[in-house]
């Protein structure tokens, strides 16, 4: 058995060796953790990396068959896609993080056997919020990975165990920066098929982090189950009770949150994870719905499978979040905290008339990009030029930033 392993494993690689957890990576502060340096595949770190050679609009034309077009607003805004909608599992899972979508979809595919193993992220037995990369073999190991781990996780880590299991048809469900890396290195791992069903993915940050953004905002730290920045503009934290607790975005403490979220979060672009075949966010949907984006055939193909399992309706896009993004740049940057009672005040008004749907999502997008621009700017500007996608310097350039 561990002669055809290692007979197995292929020339390129056989000779890196990951690095040890804790030690300085290739992409240093700009690292999210994505996991491929843990193992042999940092051979490839230089062209997989997202930080060290950001390569969406390549990778796109690949696994896609086009690159997005600029000149389209969903696509410039979204990625290449071929159907949006909103949807929501007729019956959720309980504790998950929203209805449930993602799980169910890694279930089935288990048990039609049309994947031997899913890579998710399940959590330690200590913590929580302590991610614990897996690769789920039945239903059971994949809803033990249900709800998000809202910290870095080093999805990638399990990619030698790919190729010591054997397996050959997997799905790996994965966030931006570790899809990235996870295509570049994709025709090296040795499987028939890989699907890759991705989330959203902005303003993550590491277990230490996690705790101070909890510590300054929720009113009860220990107990928060999950939250989410939510589309009323609200941040919802749920708690062990059940109960959930509400915070206007305008009132989070930006002055003590600047330096929470992770150098590589404050530094991507690639927050709607153009490179999964299937995206399940909630961003682009009505409260309540979650968001479907399918990018290609592969990932029309994984939709069918749950389609008896959800209702779906249209997208829908309302208002106009050109004036509130405007205003939130100086904010941010000033790291402004408005009074709580001033806080709740805007953000009522905010919800009633402000944007909904896809606008919303575009709000948000808008927001972090001219954000993490200024980030890169003033913190890595030789990164500027290659490291922001063109389809960001567009959205971008919609704005007025502090420094121009
Ligand atoms: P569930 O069935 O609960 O499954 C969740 C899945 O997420 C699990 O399979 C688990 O393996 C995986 N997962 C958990 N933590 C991580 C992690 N740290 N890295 C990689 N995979 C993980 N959607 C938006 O529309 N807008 C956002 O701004 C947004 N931000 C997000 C930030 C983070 C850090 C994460 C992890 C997700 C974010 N999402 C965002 C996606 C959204 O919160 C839900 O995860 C998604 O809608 C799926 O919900 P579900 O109920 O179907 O998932
Ligand atoms: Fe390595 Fe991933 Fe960190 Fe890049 S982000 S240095 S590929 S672990």
Same mark, same amino acid.
């Given at each position: 058995m561990t002669s055809i392993q290692s007979h197995r494993k292929p020339k390129a690689h056989s000779k890196a060796r990951g690095l040890?957890?804790? $030690?300085?990576?290739?992409?240093?502060?700009?690292? /999210?953790?994505?996991?491929?340096? #843990?193992?042999?595949?940092? &051979?490839? =770190?230089?062209?997989?990396c997202a930080f060290i050679n950001q390569q969406i609009t390549e990778l796109e034309t690949s696994i896609h068959g086009k690159s997005r077009n600029l000149d389209n607003e969903n696509e410039c805004y979204f990625g290449v896609h071929q159907e949006m909608i909103s949807a929501r599992k007729k019956v959720p899972i309980e504790g998950a993080q929203w209805t449930g979508i993602v799980s169910t979809l890694a279930c089935e595919m288990l048990e039609r056997g049309l994947v031997e193993g899913v890579v998710c992220v399940q959590n330690?037995?200590? #913590?929580?919020?302590?991610?614990?990369?897996?690769?789920?073999?039945?239903?059971?190991?994949?809803?033990?990975?249900? @709800?998000?781990?809202?910290? !870095? $996780?080093?999805?990638?880590? +399990? !990619?030698?165990? +790919?190729?010591?299991?054997?397996?050959?048809?997997?799905l790996v469900i994965? =966030?931006?920066?570790? +899809?990235?890396?996870?295509r570049a290195v994709e025709k090296e791992l040795g499987l028939e098929k890989l699907y890759v069903l991705g989330t959203p993915c902005v303003d993550n940050v590491s277990r230490e982090g996690l705790q101070k953004f909890l510590e300054?905002?929720?009113? /009860?730290?220990?107990?928060?189950? &999950?939250?989410?920045?939510?589309?009323?503009?609200? =941040?919802?934290?749920?708690?062990?009770?059940g109960s959930v607790e509400k915070v206007p975005f305008f009132g989070l403490k930006t002055n003590k949150l600047k330096d929470v979220f992770a150098p590589s979060c404050m530094s991507c672009f690639d927050y709607v994870n153009s490179l999964a075949d299937l995206v399940?966010?909630?961003?682009?949907?009505?409260?309540?719905?979650?968001?479907?984006?399918?990018?290609n055939e592969t990932g029309k193909e994984m939709l069918g499978l749950i389609e008896d399992q959800i209702n779906t309706?249209?997208?829908?896009?309302?208002?106009?979040?050109?004036?509130? @993004?405007?205003?939130? +740049?100086?904010?941010?940057?000033?790291?402004?905290? !408005?009074?709580?009672?001033?806080?709740?005040?805007?953000? =009522?008004?905010?919800e009633r008339v402000g944007p909904k749907g896809l606008e919303?999502?575009?709000? $948000?997008? #808008? /927001?972090?990009?001219?954000?993490?621009y200024l980030y890169l700017k003033r913190n890595h500007p030789k990164k500027l030029e290659n490291h922001v996608p063109n389809y960001a310097k567009k959205i971008v350039s919609q704005y007025q930033l502090p420094d121009q």
């Amino acid at each position: 058995m561990t002669s055809i392993q290692s007979h197995r494993k292929p020339k390129a690689h056989s000779k890196a060796r990951g690095l040890k957890r804790g $030690s300085r990576r290739p992409a240093k502060e700009l690292c /999210s953790d994505c996991g491929l340096c #843990d193992t042999y595949y940092i &051979h490839y =770190v230089r062209k997989a990396c997202a930080f060290i050679n950001q390569q969406i609009t390549e990778l796109e034309t690949s696994i896609h068959g086009k690159s997005r077009n600029l000149d389209n607003e969903n696509e410039c805004y979204f990625g290449v896609h071929q159907e949006m909608i909103s949807a929501r599992k007729k019956v959720p899972i309980e504790g998950a993080q929203w209805t449930g979508i993602v799980s169910t979809l890694a279930c089935e595919m288990l048990e039609r056997g049309l994947v031997e193993g899913v890579v998710c992220v399940q959590n330690t037995k200590e #913590d929580r919020f302590d991610p614990m990369p897996v690769i789920a073999r039945t239903s059971e190991e994949v809803l033990a990975a249900r @709800v998000n781990k809202p910290t !870095l $996780s080093p999805n990638l880590s +399990i !990619l030698e165990q +790919i190729e010591k299991s054997n397996l050959k048809r997997l799905l790996v469900i994965g =966030v931006g920066c570790q +899809i990235q890396a996870l295509r570049a290195v994709e025709k090296e791992l040795g499987l028939e098929k890989l699907y890759v069903l991705g989330t959203p993915c902005v303003d993550n940050v590491s277990r230490e982090g996690l705790q101070k953004f909890l510590e300054t905002t929720s009113r /009860s730290p220990d107990t928060v189950v &999950h939250y989410e920045f939510m589309q009323d503009f609200r =941040v919802h934290f749920k708690h062990e009770d059940g109960s959930v607790e509400k915070v206007p975005f305008f009132g989070l403490k930006t002055n003590k949150l600047k330096d929470v979220f992770a150098p590589s979060c404050m530094s991507c672009f690639d927050y709607v994870n153009s490179l999964a075949d299937l995206v399940v966010g909630y961003m682009g949907a009505e409260f309540g719905w979650q968001w479907i984006m399918v990018r290609n055939e592969t990932g029309k193909e994984m939709l069918g499978l749950i389609e008896d399992q959800i209702n779906t309706k249209p997208v829908i896009s309302h208002g106009n979040r050109k004036q509130a @993004v405007q205003q939130s +740049i100086p904010a941010y940057d000033q790291g402004v905290t !408005l009074p709580m009672w001033a806080a709740k005040l805007m953000g =009522v008004v905010i919800e009633r008339v402000g944007p909904k749907g896809l606008e919303y999502a575009r709000f $948000s997008i #808008d /927001s972090h990009f001219t954000r993490n621009y200024l980030y890169l700017k003033r913190n890595h500007p030789k990164k500027l030029e290659n490291h922001v996608p063109n389809y960001a310097k567009k959205i971008v350039s919609q704005y007025q930033l502090p420094d121009q």
